[in-house]
């Protein structure tokens, strides 16, 4: 009976583009959106990614890693007394601009680390050296700078090549590979003492303190320690994860989420494609079973049980929830691809987003064959007599 | 539930005693069956007959399984099993042993092939598919559409769907088989040839055949025929050489 289920669902091949069309749409948009907000939510702590460090050390008030309350110079040295902290070092972040050969202005995102131990040094360089970075005036620059700081637009950017930031050189002596940054301007690593240089200068200079503890003790207990020492706040710095008020990668991405309007953009999306999904799929289901309640109830009166029958209408909404599911999940892989290759525009999806998604198409496919179910057991088989 | 084979002709297939059928309620409550009696016989074509409303489709139903009847009402009795004292999944699994269905309009699936919509009975009852379309293609033959068996009931002419339909109610061998108005879309050619392949496959001494009609050319078709009126059975003639149908009878409609 299920195999003539699935005939009587393909054979009405309007009906069946269309509900598959309906789930296909509905899986897309929650699925790309989804990763979209998860890819941008990313970028967030992208100087988290590119600055690698276990403890991030910041001004009390501080909650998230691009917007930086600037602490003294000496709170480095304050974090390096403390017992459990085996190093520290100090971090420059800030939004430059930097001046091309052709006059135009690019902004940047400046990191400025120490030029003794290069703590905080970007984790992959593809071309030059770190250590070139003690060099007059050198910068190292991302590989989205390699484009966006090109003076023509199609040609890159190569070691050797300058720019000014604040009136004064920067040279390329490398290139790194890194997570872009929320803001859109690329990185540009230089050290610490330079960075100070080219930024404007203000009383307080120091973003953040970069900071690791001894062997033995638990990074936790470092930050704690450093936050009961100092009175700045200790971030550690393993990821997001659901519930970790330590980490600061948690932090910063619920900062976003409370303060600013992109989750909300993302979630009427993801609700519209949700919505949809159920209104195109449910109406056309109940239409579906509508226009063959005579058959069905041809085949109620034959002796097909209710179950027989609700479990023909559950194949049938089911078989197109994964038809559709596939199709849409293949959808959004192509959109992944460029997106990915070209890292615009942002796009992660965690692991949990195909399955969440997954779940939600078989919410709306039980749905929809819940309004036949409904119809088609309160059927009398005796309705069939009556024309 | 044990089925009792009718094996002598002439036995009865369907008792029905003091049967009543009303709908709706209170003041809006309409009978539309009064205090029915009805013997239906194996071996015997009977044709129930009677004007529009006068609840001879109602009676079908009652007789097929598919609709109750009043409570208090007396007794609904198909090959001897008490329709009335049966749970509704007992009920369900007669209709689809003993009964077979001929509807008005064929009721046959689209998007079905020949052989897959006269195998529906079969495969309701959980034979395989491979023994169900074996079985549809033999009795497909027998009603003359062997060379329709992978055609779609949208490319037959109306008479031929109709016997795809006769198919499909003979294919599991059913005791009882219940007609509602199985000419009534059909022109008078082909419902005379509807008719006379029907009697022709479908006749047999364990095997009772009710039909609802309207259509007066095929009540020579009939051996009994129980005229109803008003809710109610006002005669019933059995036709036989010596007591041919009488002229009030074959002007009924």
Same mark, same amino acid.
């Given at each position: 009976?299920? /195999?003539?289920?699935?005939?009587?669902?393909?054979?009405?091949?309007?009906?069946?583009?269309?509900?598959?069309?309906?789930?296909?749409?509905? =899986?897309?948009?929650?699925?790309?959106?989804?990763?979209?907000?998860?890819?941008?939510?990313?970028?967030?702590?992208?100087?988290?990614?590119?600055?690698?460090?276990?403890?991030?050390?910041?001004?009390?008030?501080?909650?998230?890693?691009?917007?930086?309350?600037?602490?003294?110079?000496?709170?480095?040295?304050?974090?390096?007394?403390?017992?459990?902290?085996?190093?520290?070092?100090?971090?420059?972040?800030?939004?430059?601009?930097?001046?091309?050969?052709?006059?135009?202005?690019?902004?940047?995102?400046?990191?400025?680390?120490?030029?003794?131990?290069?703590?905080?040094?970007?984790?992959?360089?593809?071309?030059?050296?770190?250590?070139?970075?003690?060099?007059?005036?050198?910068?190292?620059?991302?590989?989205?700078?390699?484009?966006?700081?090109?003076?023509?637009?199609?040609?890159? +950017?190569?070691?050797?090549?300058?720019?000014?930031?604040?009136?004064?050189?920067?040279?390329?002596?490398?290139?790194?590979?890194?997570?872009?940054?929320?803001?859109?301007?690329? !990185?540009?690593?230089? =050290? !610490?003492?330079?960075?100070?240089?080219?930024?404007?200068?203000?009383?307080?200079?120091?973003?953040?303190?970069?900071?690791?503890?001894?062997?033995?003790?638990?990074?936790?207990?470092?930050?704690?320690?450093?936050?009961?020492?100092?009175?700045?706040?200790?971030?550690?710095?393993?990821?997001?994860?659901?519930?970790?008020?330590?980490?600061?990668?948690?932090?910063?991405?619920?900062?976003? +989420?409370?303060?600013?309007?992109?989750?909300?953009?993302?979630?009427?999306?993801?609700?519209?494609?949700?919505?949809?999904?159920?209104?195109?799929?449910?109406? =056309?289901?109940?239409?579906?079973?509508?226009?063959?309640?005579?058959?069905?109830?041809?085949?109620?009166?034959?002796?097909?049980?209710?179950?027989?029958?609700?479990?023909?209408?559950? $194949?049938?909404?089911?078989?197109? *929830?994964?038809?559709?599911?596939?199709?849409?999940?293949?959808?959004?892989?192509?959109?992944?691809?460029?997106?990915?290759?070209?890292?615009?525009?942002?796009?992660? %999806?965690?692991?949990?987003?195909?399955? &969440?998604?997954?779940?939600? &198409?078989?919410?709306?496919? #039980?749905?929809?064959?819940?309004?036949?179910?409904?119809?088609?057991?309160?059927?009398?088989?005796? %309705?069939?007599?009556?024309? | 539930?044990?089925?009792?084979?009718?094996?002598?002709?002439?036995?009865?297939?369907? /008792?029905?005693?003091?049967?009543?059928?009303?709908?709706?309620?209170? #003041?809006?409550?309409?009978?539309?069956?009064?205090?029915?009696?009805?013997?239906?016989?194996?071996?015997?074509?009977?044709?129930? +007959?009677?004007?529009? *409303?006068?609840?001879?489709?109602?009676?079908?139903? &009652?007789?097929?399984?598919?609709? #109750?009847?009043?409570?208090?009402?007396?007794?609904?009795?198909?090959?001897?099993?008490?329709?009335?004292?049966?749970?509704?999944?007992?009920?369900?699994?007669?209709?689809?042993?003993?009964?077979?269905?001929?509807?008005?309009?064929?009721?046959?699936?689209?998007?079905?092939?020949?052989?897959?919509?006269?195998?529906?009975?079969?495969?309701?009852?959980?034979?395989? $598919?491979?023994?169900?379309?074996?079985?549809?293609?033999?009795?497909?033959?027998?009603?003359?559409?062997?060379?329709?068996?992978?055609?779609?009931?949208?490319?037959?002419?109306?008479?031929?769907?109709?016997?795809?339909?006769?198919? /499909?109610?003979?294919?599991?061998?059913? /005791?009882?088989?219940?007609?509602?108005?199985?000419?009534?879309?059909?022109?008078?050619?082909?419902?005379?040839?509807?008719?006379?392949?029907?009697?022709?496959?479908?006749?047999?001494?364990?095997?009772?055949?009710?039909?609802?009609?309207?259509?007066?050319?095929?009540?020579?078709?009939?051996?009994?025929?129980?005229?109803?009126?008003?809710?109610?059975?006002?005669? +019933?003639?059995?036709?036989?050489?010596?007591?041919?149908?009488?002229?009030?009878?074959?002007?009924?409609?």
């Amino acid at each position: 009976m299920l /195999r003539l289920a699935l005939k009587m669902l393909f054979g009405d091949t309007a009906k069946f583009l269309m509900l598959v069309a309906g789930i296909v749409f509905a =899986t897309f948009l929650m699925a790309q959106q989804s990763a979209v907000f998860c890819g941008l939510m990313s970028w967030t702590t992208a100087t988290l990614k590119n600055v690698p460090a276990p403890l991030w050390v910041v001004e009390a008030k501080v909650e998230q890693v691009n917007e930086t309350n600037p602490l003294l110079d000496t709170d480095v040295a304050r974090v390096r007394s403390v017992d459990s902290v085996a190093w520290a070092a100090p971090i420059y972040s800030n939004i430059l601009r930097a001046r091309l050969a052709n006059g135009s202005f690019k902004i940047i995102q400046m990191i400025g680390i120490d030029a003794t131990t290069f703590a905080g040094a970007p984790v992959k360089i593809k071309e030059g050296n770190i250590h070139d970075l003690r060099l007059p005036h050198a910068v190292i620059i991302d590989d989205l700078a390699v484009k966006r700081l090109a003076e023509v637009r199609g040609k890159e +950017v190569k070691l050797g090549d300058t720019f000014e930031i604040n009136d004064q050189e920067a040279r390329v002596v490398g290139i790194a590979d890194t997570v872009q940054s929320f803001t859109g301007g690329p !990185y540009v690593w230089t =050290t !610490y003492e330079r960075a100070l240089q080219y930024a404007p200068p203000q009383r307080k200079m120091l973003s953040a303190v970069i900071a690791a503890p001894r062997e033995g003790i638990s990074e936790s207990q470092c930050a704690q320690d450093i936050a009961k020492e100092t009175g700045l706040k200790a971030y550690l710095n393993r990821g997001f994860a659901f519930g970790d008020d330590q980490d600061f990668n948690t932090s910063t991405v619920w900062w976003y +989420v409370r303060n600013t309007g992109i989750p909300f953009s993302f979630g009427i999306t993801v609700a519209i494609g949700f919505i949809v999904g159920i209104a195109i799929s449910s109406q =056309t289901f109940y239409s579906f079973v509508l226009e063959h309640m005579k058959h069905l109830g041809a085949l109620k009166a034959m002796g097909a049980s209710t179950w027989t029958l609700c479990l023909m209408l559950l $194949t049938q909404a089911f078989t197109v *929830g994964f038809i559709g599911y596939g199709i849409g999940l293949f959808c959004t892989a192509m959109f992944a691809f460029p997106a990915l290759k070209n890292e615009q525009p942002p796009f992660y %999806m965690p692991e949990l987003v195909p399955p &969440i998604v997954f779940g939600v &198409i078989l919410f709306i496919c #039980g749905l929809s064959a819940l309004l036949g179910i409904w119809r088609v057991a309160r059927l009398e088989p005796a %309705m069939v007599f009556r024309g | 539930m044990p089925d009792t084979p009718a094996k002598t002709p002439h036995a009865l297939a369907a /008792r029905l005693r003091n049967v009543n059928k009303s709908f709706g309620d209170g #003041g809006s409550r309409l009978q539309v069956l009064k205090s029915i009696d009805l013997d239906v016989r194996c071996g015997d074509i009977t044709m129930l +007959v009677g004007p529009s *409303g006068c609840g001879k489709t109602t009676l079908l139903s &009652i007789i097929a399984g598919t609709l #109750g009847v009043d409570p208090g009402s007396g007794e609904v009795k198909v090959f001897d099993q008490d329709l009335l004292k049966m749970s509704s999944r007992q009920n369900t699994k007669f209709r689809s042993t003993s009964i077979g269905f001929i509807f008005q309009a064929f009721n046959l699936i689209p998007t079905l092939t020949c052989t897959e919509n006269v195998s529906v009975p079969l495969l309701i009852q959980g034979k395989s $598919t491979r023994h169900a379309e074996k079985r549809a293609r033999e009795v497909l033959d027998q009603v003359g559409l062997g060379d329709r068996m992978k055609h779609r009931p949208t490319q037959l002419s109306g008479g031929q769907q109709q016997r795809v339909a006769i198919a /499909r109610a003979l294919v599991h061998e059913p /005791r009882l088989i219940i007609c509602d108005e199985p000419t009534a879309a059909l022109d008078a050619k082909n419902g005379t040839l509807v008719m006379e392949l029907f009697e022709k496959v479908a006749r047999s001494p364990d095997r009772a055949v009710l039909i609802v009609t309207h259509d007066n050319r095929i009540f020579s078709h009939a051996d009994r025929i129980a005229a109803m009126d008003d809710g109610k059975i006002v005669e +019933v003639h059995d036709v036989t050489g010596t007591n041919p149908l009488p002229e009030h009878l074959r002007h009924h409609e």
